[in-house]
C-alpha cells in the first residue's frame, strides 16, 4: 500500500504545532491528497473548534475521514480504521499519493495497522446501563472490574478514562473476548514514514493563543449555540476542548475572556498529553519549528530529507 514506490508521509505532533498548514504545502507540491487522524473532526457541524480545514483548504487539496458522521451517531476508533484502510487502498490502486495528519494519538496509530482493533457495535442500552453503574458506584468499581476481567487493558487506560473504560466492559460483554486480546502488533509492513513536529512551550502556546482567538473571531460561539439548537450539551463529541468552555460561557457559567483562557490551557495540557505518547515511538524523526514558520520552506526542506 505504498503509492509510487514510495513510503506515506505520516505528520504528527502536538494540537496547534502547524500540521494543516505544513501538510497542505507538502500536498500541493507533490499532488498528494490528506488524510486526517483527528478523532474530532469525523463529525459533521464541528469546524471551527476542531480545527477543521476550510473549504478552501478542501478545495485545495482533497482530504479523506473528516465529516464522517453527526455528533450522536455511534462511531469507534475500530469504525476509523476500517474506513481509513479502505481509503488508503483506493488511493493506492489509483497511484496517488497521500499524507496522514493528526494529532490523535489513538486514532493516528490505529490507521497506521498499530493494532487490531475489535468491530464489536455500540449497544446503547449496554452501555446506558454501565454509564448508571458509574454514576451510582463509582467509576472506580468499573475500573476495579476491568481489572479483574482483562488486566492488559486496564493497565493502558488511565483510571479516570471513564470512556475508555465502559468501551473495554462492553467488547468483553458483547463479544466475550477482551480488548487486549483484538491486539496482535501490526497488520502489516506499510513503511509508513513519520515525522513529529516539535515547538518550544511557550512559542506553542503562543499559537494557540492566536488560535483561539481566530476561532472565536470566525463564529466558534455562533457554531456551538447552532449544535446546542440540535444536541444536548452532554453529548460526548460536545465535551471537547472548545465546545465545553463555549458551553460553560452560554450557560452563564464563564465569561467569554475566561473561557478563552481555559481552551488555551487545556490545550497545553492536551499537547503535553500528546507528545508524552508520541516520545516513546522510536520511528519518528522530529522537526522543531519556530512559532512562526515558513510552510513552503519547511515543505521542501522536509522533500529534501
Known amino acids: 500500500m505504498v503509492p509510487r514506490g514510495q513510503s506515506p508521509l505520516v505528520l504528527l505532533g502536538p494540537t496547534g504545532v502547524g500540521k494543516t498548514a505544513l501538510a497542505l504545502a507538502l500536498a500541493d507540491r507533490q499532488g498528494a491528497q490528506i488524510l486526517s487522524a483527528d478523532s474530532r473532526q469525523v463529525y459533521r457541524g464541528m469546524d471551527i473548534g476542531t480545527a477543521k480545514p476550510t473549504p478552501e483548504e478542501q478545495r485545495q487539496v482533497p482530504h479523506h475521514l473528516i465529516d464522517l458522521v453527526d455528533p450522536d451517531q455511534p462511531f469507534t476508533v475500530a469504525d476509523f480504521q476500517a474506513l481509513g484502510r479502505k481509503a488508503m487502498e483506493t488511493l493506492n490502486h489509483a497511484g496517488i499519493p497521500f499524507t496522514i495528519v493528526g494529532g ?5 496509530y490505529a490507521l497506521l495497522g498499530d493494532f487490531f482493533l475489535p468491530s464489536v457495535p455500540a449497544n446503547p442500552d449496554l452501555r446506558r446501563g454501565l454509564e448508571k453503574e458509574a454514576d451510582e458506584n463509582g467509576l472506580s468499581t468499573l475500573q476495579a472490574r476491568l481489572l479483574s476481567l482483562d488486566p492488559d487493558s486496564a493497565g493502558k487506560i488511565h483510571p479516570n478514562d471513564r470512556r475508555r473504560i465502559i ?3 462492553e467488547v468483553y460483554q458483547l463479544s466475550g473476548r477482551t480488548r487486549s486480546s483484538f491486539s496482535f502488533g501490526r497488520m502489516d509492513s506499510i513503511p509508513f514514514r513519520l515525522v513529529g513536529l516539535a515547538m518550544d512551550r511557550e512559542d506553542l502556546r503562543k499559537r494557540l493563543v492566536a488560535r483561539a482567538t481566530k476561532m472565536l473571531q470566525h463564529g466558534l460561539v455562533e457554531e456551538v449555540h447552532a449544535l446546542l439548537q440540535r444536541y444536548p450539551a452532554t453529548l460526548r463529541p460536545l465535551q471537547s476542548i472548545g465546545y465545553k468552555e463555549i458551553i460553560a460561557y452560554l450557560e452563564g457559567q464563564l465569561d467569554l475572556e475566561t473561557a478563552q483562557e481555559r481552551i488555551v490551557t487545556v490545550s497545553m495540557q492536551f ?4 507528545m508524552t505518547w508520541f516520545r ?18 519547511e515543505a521542501l526542506q522536509l522533500m529534501l530529507d
Open 104 to 108: 490523535s494519538p489513538f486514532y493516528l
Open 280 to 297: 516513546h515511538d522510536p520511528r519518528i524523526q522530529w522537526v522543531k519549528l519556530a512559532a512562526q514558520f515558513d510552510p513552503e520552506k
Open 271 to 274: 499537547a503535553k498529553r500528546q
Open 167 to 169: 468501551r473495554a466492559l
